[in-house]
Structure formats: structure tokens, C-alpha cells
């Protein structure tokens, strides 16, 4: 099974649930499920979902599988509950993103990183992964649950080189909308901008492409690309910009 890195909670602006690959065509770099690596990369992205104005941000990266445990940017810190060839089933704590005051319109103020709870379960059929997770935020301003699914077709093209496509959307309740899309009574007298509720529903859709390659047993880098499209009441927000947008990510890695 392949290791993967997404991106989806850390970053604020990463659109929700991205997931990017930091390893090769196997685990570890013995070939066996068990895996430390870590990392160094690059982040180019709207500064927020919908934001007008783009920002680069360093990224240490983490991935460790060993036995039930995990360290990974999309599950947090957490076990797998049961872990089999096909049907993977874990629970973790992940941190979720909001926004700096700086990059929000002016007078909307800032959005503060926060930690949930989340559980998931991975699927795995026929060279397919299916991943379907829930998230209930539990420290931060942006409040509520949100739910992502995602379907990947990892592609061996050499025993160096993997190509992974991808497509996935995010939902959200009607709190955890509103606390990222919504514009109060105080932000709108602040920010000129008009009083706005979001409601529960889809926030985005997105495609991705992922290409990995290992330099050494060790060594590998890794650069995937994709366009998240926000939708619902997430794109008719006044703080939105931009409804659809493209981002990036570059990294170099060192498995253990």
C-alpha cells in the first residue's frame, strides 16, 4: 500500500482534504508497511479558500506508520482500529485551518487554527483507494464538523515512479460553514461588506495529479498540482473572490 501524505488540515489555505503522496512506488524503503519519513516542501496556494491573493509557505512534512499507530497531516495523531489488505478503519486528533486576519479582507479578522477529532475509514479495490473521513473540531474559531471523501488510482509507471490522480469534495455543517464563509453584523460595519450566513452543504470539489519519484531507496521528491472549485453557499460568500483556483506543492523526502 502506497504511503500517503495529504495536506488537508494543516495549511489554511490547502483546500480541504488535498491529499499528496510523500513516498514512492512501497512503504518503507525496505518494502514493508511500516514507515518513518520526513521532509522538507513548499506550499503555493490562495491564502485562504476563495482568497484574491495567493501565498507560498514552507512545509515540513511527517509520515510514520508503525504498527497501529500514525503521524500524518490529513489523520493527525492517532491508530488504526482495524487495518487489513483492503478496509483500513482509524481515529485521530488533526489540526484544522483557518486564516490570518492579514490575508482576509480587511475588517473580517482572523480565523484561529484549531484541533478535532476524526475518524475515518480507507477502502481499497481493484488499484483503487476510497477514503471517507469526518472531522468534529474542537479547539478553534472555526467550529462545527466537517466530512471529506476522495477517490485516488495510484499508477506504477517504473519501480521509481508513481502517478497518482485524484478527485475529491469536502462538506460542512451549517456552523462550520458560516464560521469560515460568514460575515457578521461586526465584520460587515468593519469590512464594508454585506451581513452574510452560510448553510450546511458541499464547500468545494477538486481534481489533483501527483507525481513521486525515488531517487534512492531513501530519497524521493515529490510535486502535485490541482483545482479546487468551491460550491454551494461557500462560493457565493462575500469574502470569496475567486471560486475556483489552482495550487501546488513541491517536497523532498527521507524515509527512514
Known sequence: MLAMLPFAMAPASVPAQTQSPIQGPSDGPDGDDDHITIGIGGLYAPAYHGADDYRFQ????????WGRFFVNLQDGVGANLLDSEHVTIGV???PVGGYRAKDAPDGIGK?????????FVKLRQGGF??????????????EGVIADASLAYPITASD????????????????????????????????????YRAGSGLIDAKAELAVVYRLTDRIGVM?????????GDAKDSPIVYHKTRPYGVFAVTYSF
Do not use: C
Request: zero cysteines.
Open 160 to 195: 521509481k515512479l508513481m502517478l497518482i490522480p485524484s478527485i475529491g469534495t469536502t462538506w460542512g455543517d451549517r456552523k462550520h460553514s458560516n464560521r469560515y464563509f460568514g460575515v457578521t453584523a461586526a465584520q460587515s460595519a468593519a469590512s464594508g461588506l454585506p451581513q
Open 111 to 119: 480565523l484561529s487554527l484549531g484541533l478535532g477529532g476524526r475518524g
Open 223 to 231: 510535486a502535485m498540482g490541482g483545482v479546487s472549485s468551491l460550491l
Open 92 to 94: 485521530g486528533l488533526t
Open 58 to 65: 514552507p512545509l515540513p512534512l511527517v509520515d510514520v506508520k
Open 129 to 142: 483507494e476510497a477514503t471517507l473521513g469526518a472531522t468534529k473540531i474542537i479547539t478553534g474559531n472555526t
